[in-house]
């Protein structure tokens, strides 16, 4: 179903409108035609704007990163807002424009290592068991290796583990400040886990 909006032409996305026009009707501004970017270029000329070569091989994503909570900067991937309106990383963009369809429940991954590439001969299509096997082999994890800050489900730091084993405090005061469970304070105090902190 398209945007209700005359001439919009944009897949909807609530209410009958695109997410757009949407934003617009939410915040009481009167709808308007929106924008047009980068002058009338199909999506593939758009998307072909934000990437430059680099000497590596890789195509590099020059546009907007999904920030991703604990993990280092250069592990971000590109995204962008694709022809329907809507947000996509950028490697699975140039699989699905370069390569064709992503089947339902596949991962777009890399060759080369590069998040932010998005050179459609570095792309392949898998599974997640296939994603944390090319993970492993690259040593950018390895089961049970991964510690403290470097997990990606960690919530704590040295920082706080520190202040958890000085700390006077209760175990629930702490859990309750720091916003973890009561379990967590404990096994942290008598180092069932965070052991490679002093």
């Not at 329907?84 to 950028?90: C, D, I, N, R």
């Not at 699905?96 to 596949?106: D, E, L, N, P, V």
């Not at 920082?159 to 702490?174: C, H, L, N, W």
Request: charged fraction near 25%; include cysteine; charge should be positive.
């Amino acid at each position: 179903m398209l945007c209700l909006f005359k001439g919009c032409g944009k897949k909807a996305h609530s209410k009958g409108l695109c997410i757009a026009h949407y934003q617009q009707q939410r915040q009481g501004k009167e709808l308007k035609p929106l924008q047009e970017q980068f002058h009338g270029l199909s999506e593939l000329e758009r998307f072909e704007k934000r990437v430059a070569d680099h000497p590596s091989g890789c195509k590099v994503w020059l546009g907007a990163i999904m920030q991703m909570q604990n993990r280092p900067k250069a592990d971000w991937h590109g995204q962008w807002r694709n022809g329907a309106g809507e947000h996509e990383l950028t490697h699975r963009a140039a699989y699905r424009m370069y390569k064709g369809h992503i089947t339902q429940g596949a991962f777009v991954l890399h060759t080369c290592d590069n998040p932010r590439c998005v050179n459609p001969d570095h792309l392949y299509l898998g599974t997640q068991a296939d994603n944390v096997r090319d993970m492993w082999d690259r040593n950018r994890a390895a089961p049970g290796v991964v510690k403290g800050t470097k997990h990606g489900m960690s919530v704590l730091t040295d920082e706080k583990v520190r202040e958890i084993r000085d700390s006077k405090e209760t175990g629930p005061a702490i859990a309750k400040r720091l916003g973890i469970s009561t379990t967590t304070v404990y096994d942290v105090r008598n180092r069932k886990i965070w052991k490679h902190i002093d």
